[in-house]
């Protein structure tokens, strides 16, 4: 079955360049009936010899709290990602500082009143809290799932939601932004209005595959070249390069009979990643796993192998802010 051990345990890579420092700047951690993703999860993924010195987690929903005030339910994520932070840096878990910056979730269309939440969530990990995303990708099919936030068609354009995003810059907070790649002007409109803050764009902006978009790669690849080339013109905007492995984006690697290779992977996703470096600069580009959702379709070794791939013909320094600097910088990690 696609993602488990046995059929990852299929193609085993050796890593490349096993010295070349790495932040993974977006997983997550979770332990939902059946599916199981913390630090001892996060940790054999790292041992599969890539050197991964730190993480950033970012908000999936996990652990909120049952009880309280709805806006103040995501706080339960938070604290239960520090504890794990505090936990693999007390010892016993290799150098990886796990989860050294969180993403969390507040409600941004509680406007003025979000205030509230992003400072609790800052005194709930003071070394540690960095960013909010609230996931806004919508689309009108039946056939398409919407974000784990439920969010309303248009929701970056809310008056409501753009007074709560005016919030994040004076808490020194950035914005992480899941959406899909129709909605790709809708977060450039924000960005130009909202220069102060720093957002990232997550997964590409999600090029989708599936339902009405299946057979129509080449014509979304197209017009997704356009609208990430204007959004690159905001320079408050830096990208997450990875999260293109998801069943969403209809590449279908969870259904075959064995996972695939890192020339694979590059083969077939290449030029999302060339594009993006090319109008962001690799100074704004950094490469996520995006894990534990794209190991439905791969292995961490193997999918880090493939940036690597990717990134061959950089030089050393674009090589050093793709897999390391951008995302130590943009997240404020020490």
């Not at 990990?125 to 039946?142: L, T």
Request: hydrophobic share 40%; charged share 25%.
């Amino acid at each position: 079955m696609a993602g488990n051990p046995e059929w990852l345990a299929q193609v085993r890579e050796e890593a490349l360049e096993p010295d070349l420092p790495i932040i993974d700047p977006h997983h997550h951690l979770w332990d939902h009936p059946g599916s199981r993703y913390e630090l001892d999860e996060l940790m054999a993924d790292v041992a599969e010899g890539h050197n991964i010195r730190a993480t950033v987690f970012v908000e999936c929903k996990a652990m909120y709290r049952d009880t309280g005030p709805e806006a103040l339910k995501p706080l339960g994520e938070t604290e239960y990602v520090n504890g794990i932070a505090a936990k693999a840096a007390s010892g016993g878990f290799g150098a990886t500082r796990v989860a050294a910056g969180i993403v969390g979730f507040a409600d941004l269309r509680l406007g003025k009143a979000v205030d509230e939440v992003l400072n609790a969530h800052i005194s709930r990990a003071p070394d540690r809290f960095r960013g909010i995303r609230h996931a806004s990708a919508f689309d009108d099919s039946p056939d398409i799932r919407a974000s784990h936030t439920l969010p309303p068609k248009g929701l970056l354009g809310l008056d409501a939601f753009r007074e709560g995003f005016a919030r994040l810059a004076p808490h020194g907070l950035s914005f992480d932004a899941w959406l899909y790649h129709h909605q790709i002007p809708e977060l450039t409109a924000l960005a130009r209005d909202n220069a102060e803050t720093t957002i990232i764009f997550d997964h590409f902006g999600g090029p989708l595959g599936i339902g009405p978009y299946e057979g129509k790669r080449d014509e979304i690849f197209q017009q997704w070249k356009k609208d990430v080339a204007e959004l690159a013109q905001c320079p408050n905007v830096v990208a997450k390069l990875g999260g293109i492995n998801m069943a969403v984006n209809g590449y279908g690697w969870h259904k075959r009979d064995k996972p695939p290779t890192s020339d694979e992977l590059v083969a077939a996703t290449r030029d999302w990643y060339l594009h993006s470096i090319e109008v962001f600069g690799p100074e704004r580009c950094m490469f996520e796993s995006n894990f534990p959702v794209d190991k439905l379709s791969c292995s961490y070794g193997v999918v880090w192998n493939a940036f690597k791939k990717i990134a061959k013909g950089f030089s050393a320094e674009e090589r050093a802010a793709l897999f390391h600097d951008t995302a130590k910088r943009v997240y404020k990690l020490d």
